[in-house]
C-alpha cells in the first residue's frame, strides 16, 4: 500500500486518483502528525511525502521515519513545488527520501518512478522473506543437529555401559562408534571383529545387511585378541529408521560361549546316555517279548506282559528319538533320498496306527494319486507317525482325526492332520517345534519331553519341505507339510 501525505485536498485527490487507476492501493494522511500515526499501524512499500506543511513539515516527517527500526527501510518520495535548489534537494536526501519530484507533476514519471519503487519493495520483501526462512531452516538444522548430538551421546553412553561389544554405523555402513569391549577382540575402529575361519565371515553378512537394509541376528565364533582363543557370540544389528530412511546401524555381540559349552555337554550327556541305555534295553525288550510269546491269552498274567511291553516300547522310541537328536547336533543324521510312493508310505502308516489307536476314527480325506517324491521312506514314515500320534492324543474327546491330502494348484503335494481336541495357545504356535519345547497348559496335554516335533521338523527341512500348525483353542489343531513332487 501506498501512504499519499499532503495539507491539500486536491493535491491528495490527483494523487490518488492516477495511483488508483494503475490499480495501487492508496491511503492518505493531511498533516504529517496523521501520517506518523498511521505507520504505526500500518505497513507501507511507498510514501509520497509533500515537503511544505503546515506544523510539521516533510523533512521533519522523513527523519522521525528513518529514525523508527519499523519504518526505517518504507521509501519515500518528496514532493515540492518550491524547494528546487540544490540545497532543499540534499537536504530532502539527507532527511531520508530515496527520490524527489518536483511540483507540477508529470504523472508518467509520477508512475515509472512508483512502479520501480513497488518492485524493488516487492523482490526486497521477498528477499527478507527467503532470508526468514533460510534462518528459520538454519536454526531448524541446528536443533535437528543438536538434538542428534544429544541421542548419539545418550547411546554411546548405554553403550559403554552393557557388558557386550557394541558398536554404531553411519547408513552406508561406515563404524563411528565401539565401546572398550570392541578393543578385547579388534585393535581398530576400522577393522572390523574376524570370526572363525570355518565360518561364514562376518564382514560379508555385514555388507549383506547394508544391502538388504534388514536386521541380522546371527551366532559367530569371535576371537579373543589377549588369548587367541575363539568364544560363542550373538551378533545382532538393527537399523535405526526415521521417516522411513535408514539413519543409523547399532549392532551388539553377545558372549553366550558359556551357554553354548552347556549345551555341548548337554547333547554328549544325552547321546553317551542314549547309547548307554539302548544295549540293556534291547534285552529287556527281547526277553519281554519272548515272555509274552509263551503266555497264553487266557493267562491271567497276560495283561501285565502287555503292560510291561507297551511301556518297554515307549522307552525304546523315547531313546531313539534322543539318539535322533544327538545325530541332528552332530550332523550325523543319515538321509537318503529316493523315488517313493506317498500313498504307499501313507496307508502302511495308517494301518498300523489303526491297530494301535483302536478306539480312534482315523479318516482318510483325499489322496496322492501315485504321485511320487524323493524322500527318506523311513523318515517321512516317523513324520506321519508323530504327527498322526500326537493328533490322537490330543483328541480325547472326539476321538476322530481326519488325514488329508491332495496336490496344490503350484503343484506341492500337501499332507495335514486334522483333530479336533483342545487346540493350541497362540503364543505357543510359533515355538511348537523348538527342541524340548511343551504348551504351556502342561496340565490338561499327555507328558513328553517335546522333541518329537522338534525331530519332524528337522527331517522335513532336509527334503526342502515347508510346514506349519494352524490352531484354534478349543477346537482343535491341523499340522501340515508341503512336498516338492519328484519329476523325472
Same mark, same amino acid.
Given at each position: 500500500m501506498i501512504l499519499i501525505v499532503d495539507d491539500r485536498p486536491e493535491n491528495i485527490f490527483s494523487l490518488r486518483s492516477i495511483l488508483e487507476l494503475h490499480s495501487f492501493p492508496v491511503d492518505t494522511a493531511s498533516s504529517g502528525e496523521e501520517a506518523l500515526k498511521k505507520t504505526l499501524k500500518q505497513k507501507y512499500a511507498l510514501i509520497i511525502l509533500d515537503v511544505q506543511m503546515p506544523g510539521m513539515d516533510g523533512f521533519e516527517v522523513a527523519e522521525i521515519l528513518s529514525g523508527n527500526s519499523n519504518t526505517k527501510d518504507i521509501p519515500i518520495i518528496f514532493l515540492s513545488a518550491v524547494s528546487t535548489e540544490k540545497k532543499f534537494i540534499t537536504k530532502g536526501y539527507n532527511s531520508g527520501a530515496i527520490d524527489y519530484i518536483i511540483k507540477p507533476i508529470d504523472p508518467d514519471i509520477l508512475l515509472l518512478k512508483v512502479k520501480t519503487f513497488m518492485r524493488l519493495y516487492e523482490q526486497n520483501r521477498e528477499l527478507?522473506?527467503?532470508?526468514?526462512?533460510? $534462518?528459520?531452516?538454519?536454526e531448524f538444522r541446528k536443533k535437528t543437529e543438536q538434538q542428534i548430538q544429544e541421542k548419539a551421546q545418550e547411546l554411546h553412553g548405554i553403550?559403554?555401559?552393557?557388558?557386550?561389544? %557394541?558398536?554404531?554405523a553411519t547408513s552406508t555402513g561406515l563404524i563411528d562408534f565401539v565401546n572398550d569391549n570392541w578393543y578385547l577382540y579388534s585393535d581398530s575402529i576400522t577393522k572390523f571383529i574376524e570370526n572363525h575361519p570355518d565360518d561364514l565371515?562376518?564382514?560379508?553378512q555385514w555388507n549383506e545387511v547394508i544391502l538388504s537394509g534388514e536386521a541380522?541376528?546371527?551366532?559367530? $565364533?569371535?576371537? $579373543?585378541?589377549?588369548?587367541?582363543?575363539?568364544?560363542?557370540?550373538?551378533?545382532t544389528v538393527i537399523p535405526v529408521k526415521e521417516n522411513g530412511t535408514i539413519v543409523k546401524?547399532? *549392532?551388539t555381540f553377545t558372549d553366550i560361549n558359556e551357554q553354548k559349552l552347556a549345551v555341548k555337554r548337554k547333547d554328549e550327556f544325552l547321546t553317551i546316555a542314549s547309547h548307554e541305555l539302548k544295549t540293556p534295553l534291547t534285552s529287556i525288550k527281547a526277553y519281554v517279548q519272548l515272555l509274552d510269546a509263551i503266555t497264553p491269552a487266557q493267562n491271567d498274567k497276560k495283561p501285565y506282559v502287555d503292560r510291561t511291553l507297551l511301556q518297554v516300547n515307549k522307552l525304546d522310541s523315547l531313546i531313539n528319538d534322543l539318539l535322533d537328536i544327538s545325530r541332528i547336533e552332530s550332523g550325523k543324521l543319515k538321509f537318503d533320498v529316493r523315488e517313493t510312493d506317498f500313498d504307499t508310505v501313507t496307508e502302511r502308516t495308517l494301518e498300523m496306527l489303526q491297530q494301535i489307536y483302536r478306539g480312534v476314527s482315523i479318516r482318510r480325506d483325499g489322496t496322492a494319486g501315485g504321485i511320487k517324491?524323493?524322500?527318506n521312506e523311513m523318515r517321512l514314515e516317523q513324520v506321519l507317525i508323530n504327527?498322526?500320534?500326537?493328533?490322537?492324543?490330543?483328541?480325547? %474327546?472326539?476321538? %476322530?482325526v481326519d488325514v488329508i491330502t491332495r496336490i496344490q494348484p503350484d503343484g506341492k503335494l500337501y499332507f495335514a492332520i486334522?483333530?479336533? *481336541?483342545? *487346540?493350541?495357545?497362540?503364543?505357543?504356535r510359533e515355538s511348537i517345534f523348538n527342541k524340548f519345547f511343551r504348551v504351556s497348559d502342561a496340565e490338561s496335554t499327555p507328558q513328553g519331553l517335546g522333541i518329537g516335533l522338534y525331530i519332524c521338523s528337522e527331517i522335513l527341512r532336509r527334503h526342502n519341505a515347508d510346514f506349519g500348525v494352524e490352531s484354534e483353542l478349543g477346537k482343535g489343531s491341523t499340522f501340515w507339510f508341503t512336498l516338492p513332487v519328484f519329476k523325472q
Amino acid at each position: 500500500m501506498i501512504l499519499i501525505v499532503d495539507d491539500r485536498p486536491e493535491n491528495i485527490f490527483s494523487l490518488r486518483s492516477i495511483l488508483e487507476l494503475h490499480s495501487f492501493p492508496v491511503d492518505t494522511a493531511s498533516s504529517g502528525e496523521e501520517a506518523l500515526k498511521k505507520t504505526l499501524k500500518q505497513k507501507y512499500a511507498l510514501i509520497i511525502l509533500d515537503v511544505q506543511m503546515p506544523g510539521m513539515d516533510g523533512f521533519e516527517v522523513a527523519e522521525i521515519l528513518s529514525g523508527n527500526s519499523n519504518t526505517k527501510d518504507i521509501p519515500i518520495i518528496f514532493l515540492s513545488a518550491v524547494s528546487t535548489e540544490k540545497k532543499f534537494i540534499t537536504k530532502g536526501y539527507n532527511s531520508g527520501a530515496i527520490d524527489y519530484i518536483i511540483k507540477p507533476i508529470d504523472p508518467d514519471i509520477l508512475l515509472l518512478k512508483v512502479k520501480t519503487f513497488m518492485r524493488l519493495y516487492e523482490q526486497n520483501r521477498e528477499l527478507n522473506l527467503m532470508q526468514e526462512n533460510l $534462518r528459520s531452516e538454519i536454526e531448524f538444522r541446528k536443533k535437528t543437529e543438536q538434538q542428534i548430538q544429544e541421542k548419539a551421546q545418550e547411546l554411546h553412553g548405554i553403550l559403554e555401559a552393557i557388558p557386550q561389544i %557394541a558398536f554404531t554405523a553411519t547408513s552406508t555402513g561406515l563404524i563411528d562408534f565401539v565401546n572398550d569391549n570392541w578393543y578385547l577382540y579388534s585393535d581398530s575402529i576400522t577393522k572390523f571383529i574376524e570370526n572363525h575361519p570355518d565360518d561364514l565371515p562376518v564382514k560379508e553378512q555385514w555388507n549383506e545387511v547394508i544391502l538388504s537394509g534388514e536386521a541380522l541376528e546371527t551366532v559367530v $565364533r569371535i576371537c $579373543r585378541l589377549s588369548d587367541k582363543k575363539y568364544h560363542y557370540h550373538l551378533l545382532t544389528v538393527i537399523p535405526v529408521k526415521e521417516n522411513g530412511t535408514i539413519v543409523k546401524w547399532v *549392532g551388539t555381540f553377545t558372549d553366550i560361549n558359556e551357554q553354548k559349552l552347556a549345551v555341548k555337554r548337554k547333547d554328549e550327556f544325552l547321546t553317551i546316555a542314549s547309547h548307554e541305555l539302548k544295549t540293556p534295553l534291547t534285552s529287556i525288550k527281547a526277553y519281554v517279548q519272548l515272555l509274552d510269546a509263551i503266555t497264553p491269552a487266557q493267562n491271567d498274567k497276560k495283561p501285565y506282559v502287555d503292560r510291561t511291553l507297551l511301556q518297554v516300547n515307549k522307552l525304546d522310541s523315547l531313546i531313539n528319538d534322543l539318539l535322533d537328536i544327538s545325530r541332528i547336533e552332530s550332523g550325523k543324521l543319515k538321509f537318503d533320498v529316493r523315488e517313493t510312493d506317498f500313498d504307499t508310505v501313507t496307508e502302511r502308516t495308517l494301518e498300523m496306527l489303526q491297530q494301535i489307536y483302536r478306539g480312534v476314527s482315523i479318516r482318510r480325506d483325499g489322496t496322492a494319486g501315485g504321485i511320487k517324491v524323493l524322500a527318506n521312506e523311513m523318515r517321512l514314515e516317523q513324520v506321519l507317525i508323530n504327527f498322526i500320534s500326537n493328533a490322537v492324543k490330543y483328541t480325547p %474327546a472326539a476321538k %476322530a482325526v481326519d488325514v488329508i491330502t491332495r496336490i496344490q494348484p503350484d503343484g506341492k503335494l500337501y499332507f495335514a492332520i486334522k483333530d479336533y *481336541g483342545i *487346540g493350541i495357545p497362540e503364543k505357543d504356535r510359533e515355538s511348537i517345534f523348538n527342541k524340548f519345547f511343551r504348551v504351556s497348559d502342561a496340565e490338561s496335554t499327555p507328558q513328553g519331553l517335546g522333541i518329537g516335533l522338534y525331530i519332524c521338523s528337522e527331517i522335513l527341512r532336509r527334503h526342502n519341505a515347508d510346514f506349519g500348525v494352524e490352531s484354534e483353542l478349543g477346537k482343535g489343531s491341523t499340522f501340515w507339510f508341503t512336498l516338492p513332487v519328484f519329476k523325472q
